[in-house]
């Protein structure tokens, strides 16, 4: 009997320790001021654009993709990315990453890239009959 008890206990603390996970996780802020960015230990979503004087590098020994965003004001900061570069990145207008700023870099566990919509006005060139 004692033992359900026990068992219905760690049931209970599994769950509830769960929920406080993906609330935190939901608390994710967005950020579009690196200066910000760089002063907080918190996991924040940096959006800027990538700064494509300063190229990318992929790392496949270590499978890493690392590159560097600026934000509106124009302060720049590194981002190291555990994983592969996004298809779209080249053609991305804005660039949306989420991790930690920390030891000098941005940590990204995430990037999110926004492309240039098809729908956006483009020039149209009237032809005359």
Not at 17 to 30: E, G, P, V
Not at 32 to 43: E, G, P, R, S
Not at 92 to 113: C, E, M, P, Q, W
């Amino acid at each position: 009997m004692k033992s359900k008890y026990i068992f219905g206990g760690v049931i209970i603390v599994l769950f509830l320790s769960i929920m406080a996970y993906l609330f935190t996780q939901s608390n994710i802020k967005y950020e579009d001021n690196f200066a910000v960015v760089k002063t907080t230990d918190k996991t924040v979503k940096a959006t800027g654009s990538w700064v494509k004087a300063k190229n990318y590098e992929m790392n496949r020994e270590k499978n890493t993709f690392s590159f560097y965003m600026s934000d509106a004001n124009g302060n720049e900061m590194k981002v190291i990315y555990e994983g592969a570069m996004p298809n779209n990145f080249e053609t991305a207008t804005s660039v949306v990453v989420t991790g930690s700023y920390r030891n000098g870099y941005f940590h990204a566990k995430d990037i999110l890239t926004k492309c240039p919509s098809k729908y956006e006005q483009q020039d149209v060139k009237s032809s005359s009959l």
